[in-house]
């Protein structure tokens, strides 16, 4: 998987179909994309949020799930053998006791990465613990931030992996209700602010398909540059996909520009204070 000599890699982000407890056909959903993908020589593909098991919010739908779960890794594993690039996908899993919403990447029969979701909705609090530890993904020559849903609203965890090296950050949906068109313009809103402010490119993918109550998702991926600039995008109720070829060179450009490379000015050492306000008689 990893070509030293090369700094492009191409990159998928896709909306699969997803629907709870429905693992098989969640993975045949998924299979499906890589198949097409892998003819499209795409060397990475990142997945929606909970797209193997469907979004689980309760005890009793996340012990089920559970009791298929050895399978679908299998599965799972069987494809990325079969299949010649890396995914990450997503599903709950058990770390010591408690149960995380995880994101997986798979490459040649193996699990090479898992980020547990770090920040949690009411809801989710209720069926899930939060993920304490940050990883960057490396493939290629990209060093991959992954944030799952939630996460993308904290800036400061794009920070922290930029501060690690991380030249790509992934941004993996489950987010139902909008039209694709409003959901794609609150995303971008904020992923190109992800993108420009750490001088790094920017994917992401929301899933379709319906929730536990028969809500609908809106399909929306995206690619951004560094620049934020997008340079692929796909939106519909269908699954669908967008991709691009990413060029690591360009965040070497903004580096060597003196007026462009604002993540190396930024400090973490200032130790600023708000002045009090002086009421005046």
């Known amino acids: ?26 993975i045949r959903c998924i299979e499906s994309f890589l198949q097409e993908l ?3 020589h795409v060397e990475y593909a990142l997945f929606p949020e909970l797209s193997v098991s469907g979004y689980i919010n309760n005890t009793i739908d996340l012990d089920s799930f559970f009791s298929v779960a050895d399978d679908a890794i299998l599965q799972l ?9 890396a995914f990450s996908v997503g599903m709950p899993m058990m770390i010591g006791n408690a149960s995380t919403i995880a994101q997986l990447t798979f490459w040649d029969g193996n699990i090479i990465h898992q980020h547990s979701k770090t920040h949690l909705s009411v809801h989710e609090k209720e069926v899930f613990e939060f993920g304490k530890e940050l990883e960057l993904l490396s493939l290629n020559h990209s060093k991959i931030g992954m944030h799952l849903c939630l996460e993308s609203h ?12 991380a030249n790509l950050l992934a941004f993996a949906f489950a987010s139902p209700r909008e039209t694709p068109e409003e959901k794609m313009e609150r995303f971008q809103m904020m992923l190109k602010c ?12 929301n ?7 028969k809500k609908n998702y809106a399909g929306v991926s995206t690619i951004i540059s560094p620049r934020g600039k997008v340079l692929a995008q796909y939106k519909g109720m269908e699954p669908g996909y967008c991709m691009a070829e990413i060029d690591f060179n360009d965040i070497r450009k903004i580096k060597d520009s003196l007026m462009s490379d604002f993540p190396s000015y930024r400090t973490t050492t200032l130790n600023l204070t708000f002045k009090e306000k002086i009421d005046e008689e």
């Open 1 to 26: 998987m990893m070509d030293t000599a090369k700094s492009t890699m191409k990159v998928a982000a896709v909306c699969s179909w997803m629907e709870t407890l429905a693992a098989e056909q969640n």
């Open 38 to 40: 892998e003819k499209q």
């Open 77 to 85: 594993k069987q494809l990325s053998k079969q299949y010649l690039l």
């Open 154 to 165: 904290y800036p400061e965890l794009s920070l922290q992996y930029q501060q690690q090296g």
């Open 207 to 213: 899933a379709t398909g319906t929730t536990p109550t």
């Open 194 to 205: 992800r993108a420009y402010d750490n001088a790094c490119f920017v994917m992401a993918c």
